[in-house]
């Protein structure tokens, strides 16, 4: 049983341009919806999050959209830089769990 | 302010060998996760302790595996017996308290890597 959805797979984008990574998930009881950004060798680390009565966040160059009544999210990355080049897990929570996407591999070209 | 403190890093095994794999939380944090990373996959959730409690231990495999989380000391994974199929990366995650309405912050630890041969 698949709950959540993460697309595309992998992403290959020119810097400066804006990559977006989308999450489709099915459990309306979730409460949270977090970007978490994974380095080659290292644990994710949480990228930004947004609660479900706001429909969108910016922080820096990243902002997520959220969208209820189609049970999605997004992530987009303004400007982004060959340093941004890492997997995104897209990991809504139920509870104290996360239920985590499949990943999106970005890579950043110079 | 150390984050959380997982080792080893690395951690090689012979089939039919037992894995112990540790984790320190931030400190202040009191709750403890442990999730399993497969190549090229999500992380899958396996176990959350309290200190002397196992609060869920609904994704960890019935048999073979073990998690504590004792009054003093690191929280330990135990695998016994591995399997080929037990090599991954193991993550511990750590929050202050039970993530309620409020809090939403969970820190990874670097991650086990093990790999069994």
């Known amino acids: 049983q698949q709950q959540v959805k993460q697309s595309p797979q992998s992403l290959i984008v020119q810097k400066g341009g804006i990559p977006i990574i989308n999450c489709a998930y099915e459990?309306?009881?979730?409460?949270?919806f977090p970007w978490y950004q994974q380095f080659p060798g290292k644990g994710p680390a949480l990228l930004i999050a947004i609660r479900p009565d706001v429909s969108e966040k910016k922080e820096g160059r990243f902002t997520i959209s959220f969208n209820k009544s189609a049970k999605q999210f997004s992530l987009h990355i303004m400007d982004s830089q060959p340093g941004d080049s890492a997997t995104y897990f897209c990991a809504p929570r139920g509870n104290y769990q996360l239920i985590w996407g499949a990943g999106t591999k970005l890579i950043i070209k110079p | 302010n150390a984050g959380v403190m997982q080792n080893p890093r690395h951690l090689v095994r012979r089939r039919g060998q037992e894995a112990r794999l540790r984790c320190s939380p931030m400190k202040g944090h009191s709750h403890v996760y442990w999730y399993r990373q497969l190549p090229e996959e999500g992380l899958k959730f396996m176990v959350y302790?309290?200190?002397?409690?196992?609060?869920?231990e609904s994704g960890m495999p019935k048999e073979r595996f073990s998690a504590e989380f004792p009054k003093e000391g690191p929280s330990i994974l135990r695998i016994q017996q591995v399997v080929r199929g037990d090599s991954a990366a193991y993550f511990c995650?750590?929050?202050?308290?039970?993530?309620?309405?409020?809090?939403?912050?969970?820190?990874f630890g670097s991650g086990t890597r093990l790999t069994v041969v």
């Open positions: 302790l309290q200190k002397e409690n196992i609060i869920d």
């Open positions: 995650a750590s929050s202050p308290q039970s993530l309620g309405k409020r809090h939403y912050g969970y820190t």
């Open positions: 459990n309306t009881a979730f409460d949270y």
